[in-house]
């Protein structure tokens, strides 16, 4: 049941997901530290060994498969995830979030060079992946997205949370959104382990939206780059590219563009890592129901 999902992490080797209680001092946590003439953002390595939880039904990426249901771009399509025995489970809170030493799992919605508008359907048993639908049609990008595009398990952007850093927009309800900047196009429902980069703060129509620029570790150019201005060096004109795809691709529907906060630019892959852990920490208070589901699927 969902309420069982979440229990506190004992002395065992359980895998576990990465969700920090706050603590009562800054000594396990994230401090912030600003310059005059920079956004970079640094941080304290927050600890594991206060206090985590993990789920009861977690699953190893590798022991879970995307089983397609219907045919591709119509309104009955899925991708669900089932694990080794056929049992359906959900690519949003079975697939454990962290594996250790700064690498995540991503589950790939979107292919890159792709338009159709996938993604987990938040509100549906099991979580499968579907295509965005508005009044009844399909969705799809008015252009290729020119990057793999999904999610990261077990997190989510609490809406009824405001974020002070970034003009007091409240979370979009959803799991926090991932580009992967790497050269190969993915697959849907493809479970890929990344490193986080670097994270632009979109603000959509009020709401916060996360995007995690991330490369998966079996890129070529992984080892290369561990942070944003890594990303400058080894993918030049990326950052602002992913920017400016984000901020305009509403224009062509008669929508104004989006806003990005945080002074318009990427931050640093530490304050990525605090964005994942702050909403992994939502995430847990929603599977815990110490927050109100609403029409989320808690299974």
């Avoid at 609490?158 to 850093?165: F, K, Q, R, T, V």
Wanted: hydrophobic share 35%; glycine share 6%; net charge neutral.
């Amino acid at each position: 049941m969902a309420t069982t999902r979440v229990i506190t992490a004992a002395a065992s080797n359980t895998t576990s997901s990465l969700i920090f209680k706050r603590p009562p001092s800054s000594s396990s946590f994230h401090i912030l530290k600003r310059s005059s003439n920079s956004l970079s953002l640094s941080f304290k390595k927050p600890t594991l060994s206060k206090r985590l939880f993990t789920c009861r039904a977690i699953y190893r990426p590798q022991d879970v498969l995307s089983k397609e249901q219907g045919q591709p771009e119509t309104l009955d399509y899925r991708v669900f995830f089932v694990d080794t025995s056929g049992k359906k489970v959900s690519p949003w809170h079975d697939i454990p979030l962290q594996l250790g030493d700064g690498i995540f799992n991503f589950v790939v919605e979107i292919p890159k060079e792709s338009s159709a508008k996938m993604e987990v359907a938040t509100d549906e048993l099991y979580t499968p992946i579907k295509q965005d639908t508005k009044k009844g049609k399909l969705r799809y990008y008015p252009y290729n997205i020119n990057w793999n595009y999904g999610l990261l398990p077990q997190t989510w952007e609490d809406p009824s949370l405001a974020n002070s850093e970034v003009e007091g927009a409240f979370g979009d309800n959803d799991p926090v959104d991932v580009v992967e900047i790497g050269e190969k196009q993915r697959k849907v429902g493809e479970i890929l382990k990344i490193k986080p980069l670097a994270a632009l703060a979109m603000i959509d129509e009020g709401e916060l939206d996360w995007k995690i620029i991330a490369i998966s570790l079996d890129d070529p150019k992984a080892s290369l780059v561990n942070d944003v201005e890594d990303v400058e060096k080894h993918f030049p004109g990326t950052l602002t590219a992913i920017r400016d795809w984000f901020r305009d691709y509403k224009i062509p529907d008669g929508k104004p563009a989006n806003k990005f906060g945080l002074g318009n630019k990427a931050a640093s892959k530490d304050y990525a890592l605090k964005v994942i852990t702050e909403t992994n920490e939502s995430w847990a208070k929603l599977v815990k129901r110490n927050i109100a589901a609403g029409e989320l699927s808690l299974v």
